[in-house]
């Protein structure tokens, strides 16, 4: 180990020094993906920067200053402000089962003066900011104890619940996977994994006959059959697959799509710009994005393993395999794997909250990096 590091984890960094420190591979890594995003944004447009590429492309520089200005504030900060965080963002899901916004069947925004907000997209990031403050407390043995495990469970479930109402299933599937997996990584013992699982899916019958809306349930009949209704329900993922299958192995060219060009392809520009991808560049394009995804989430992992705190290193997992859970249910669902539930792809789809949560979530993570060196003590006495 350098003597560089050992220092800083013994006073106070400059901005200029944390700035140094920043993982700016990282970075460049980011900001790759998210031009696949602007060029595909371009192309579904007809080869138009309007309506998509452009204002994405300025989200996103504003999301690339968030996560600088994050990076830079010290990790016992955000960790003083997870449980107002979690707070701020529960508050805003219950406010939006009151008066949010209707679009598509689903209530899932509100409105803050001129910006349309998605509370469940916050969330995501503020539960695994107030799970990685609660756990990191928290010895092996004692996670696994009823009392102080019911704590964490209930964070879990109430905004899961609050989601799925909204309704949005695709959300409410990463909050619990988020929750679960950071519980797991704490270390929480297989004598209450194995009978959870078990009762998770001993209540599907039950979740089918009185959770699921009706459009879940066709969702769910149409991803087992698409051609049972191919012109109906079934048109998503048939259109979705059809793109994806024309493509090949090399694809047929930028902006030469014509699932896209012709508006065959549903929701081209949010949920369904992976199938654009495929349809465009084909096999070939499809691997080198999800290398360039793997990369992404191989230097989450690395910094998180590198981190001297619990807390760090189970915000930067937490991070880190939210931004996986991301990929892996959207490249499931385009594909024809899972049942459609509306998860945009990260940096790639089009939308407002979704990219500036995203890079909160990285800021967050780069933190953990700038600040590796912080040793955190267990007890409370230890938050600023």
């Not at 309007?50 to 996560?67: H, K, T």
């Not at 899916?201 to 059959?225: G, S």
Request: hydrophobic fraction near 55%; include cysteine; aromatic fraction near 10%.
């Amino acid at each position: 180990m350098s003597s560089r590091p050992y220092a800083a984890a013994r006073r106070t960094l400059s901005v200029g020094e944390k700035l140094l420190e920043i993982n700016w591979g990282l970075v460049v890594l980011i900001t790759m993906v998210a031009c696949v995003g602007f060029a595909m944004q371009y192309s579904v447009a007809g080869g138009r920067f309007q309506p998509w590429a452009a204002p994405q492309m300025e989200r996103f520089v504003v999301g690339l200053a968030i996560l600088v200005a994050i990076a830079l504030v010290d990790i016992r900060i955000w960790m003083s402000l997870a449980y107002p965080a979690y707070g701020a963002a529960l508050l805003l899901l219950v406010a939006t089962t009151v008066v949010g916004h209707l679009g598509n069947g689903a209530q899932r925004w509100i409105a803050l003066g001129p910006l349309q907000l998605q509370p469940s997209e916050l969330m995501k990031i503020s539960l695994v900011l107030a799970l990685a403050r609660y756990l990191h407390g928290l010895s092996v043995e004692d996670v696994s104890k009823p009392l102080r495990l019911a704590i964490p469970l209930g964070m879990i479930v109430v905004p899961t619940v609050l989601v799925l109402m909204e309704p949005n299933l695709g959300t409410a599937t990463i909050l619990m996977a988020d929750g679960c997996s950071l519980l797991f990584l704490a270390g929480l013992s297989w004598w209450w994994i194995a009978p959870v699982v078990t009762g998770v899916v001993a209540a599907v019958p039950i979740a089918w006959q009185f959770l699921l809306h009706d459009y879940q349930k066709r969702r769910v009949l149409t991803f087992l059959n698409p051609a049972n209704d191919a012109l109906g329900a079934g048109w998503n993922i048939s259109q979705a697959e059809i793109a994806m299958g024309s493509g090949g192995f090399g694809g047929k060219g930028f902006v030469q799509g014509t699932q896209s060009q012709l508006n065959f392809l549903p929701e081209k520009e949010t949920d369904f710009i992976l199938t654009a991808l495929g349809e465009e560049f084909g096999f070939v394009g499809c691997i080198a994005l999800m290398l360039l995804f793997a990369t992404v989430i191989f230097y989450g992992i690395r910094i998180a393993m590198a981190s001297r705190s619990q807390f760090g290193r189970l915000l930067a997992m937490g991070i880190t395999l939210n931004f996986f859970f991301y990929i892996m249910i959207n490249a499931a669902m385009v594909m024809g794997m899972i049942p459609v539930v509306g998860i945009p792809m990260p940096l790639i789809s089009y939308g407002g909250t979704a990219m500036l949560t995203v890079m909160f979530g990285f800021g967050l993570l780069m933190s953990v990096h700038v600040h590796r060196q912080v040793e955190i003590p267990r007890s409370s006495g230890g938050i600023i």
